[in-house]
């Protein structure tokens, strides 16, 4: 040690400590305490993404009665405006049960159906791809709110509806945001 100098032996590169990629795997950890608070939030919101797009397809699907004896039960099906925001909604409903089912997957199996990387650019797509569907099929409903008749049994399953769906749209929104800081932090880091 005598030919080297002090700051050589202590320099600030060899004193940082390596950081552990996120991706990696402990053995020693549980499957809980592996999975990181992100991995949780994301199957919560899947979970209410599920639960309002079924609420708001059920509402349409659901036949309303009527109140009055001249009333007669119009269907959605006649407005294809509303048969849309039927159809993007169990779009997403179908969609968020298969993200559900593959992050309870995802912590049981711990990653083996489908690669992480892979994983990653079809949840940031698919967010995507289902948030736009939301906003449009939302606004689409609202023109169709404004056109039917205020004395209509449809009128307020089809605000529910609306209602619904915008609420699944920020549920997706914030998964969208959540996949691509995954995938983002995947690329870059």
Not at 17 to 28: E, G, L, Q, Y
Not at 35 to 61: C, K, M, N
Not at 89 to 95: C, P, S
């Amino acid at each position: 040690m005598a030919g080297v100098s002090p700051t050589a032996a202590y320099s600030p590169a060899q004193l940082q400590p390596t950081t552990p990629s996120p991706f990696s795997f402990s053995v020693a950890s549980t499957r809980w305490s592996s999975r990181h608070s992100i991995d949780i939030s994301s199957l919560l919101l899947r979970f209410l993404s599920l639960l309002f797009s079924f609420v708001s397809a059920l509402s349409l699907a659901a036949p309303s009665p009527s109140k009055k004896k001249g009333e007669e039960s119009t269907s959605f099906s006649k407005h294809p405006e509303l048969m849309y925001c039927f159809i993007v909604t169990i779009i997403a409903f179908l969609y968020s049960a298969f993200q559900l089912f593959k992050g309870v997957c995802d912590i049981a199996h711990r990653g083996i159906l489908i690669s992480d990387k892979l994983s990653d650019y079809i949840s940031f797509i698919l967010d995507q791809l289902v948030g736009y569907l939301l906003i449009s099929s939302s606004s689409v409903t609202v023109l169709a709110i404004q056109q039917i008749e205020q004395t209509t049994s449809l009128r307020k399953p089809a605000i529910v509806s609306m209602s619904m769906s915008f609420a699944t749209y920020l549920v997706i929104a914030l998964c969208a945001l959540f996949s691509g800081y995954k995938l983002c932090k995947r690329i870059i880091w």
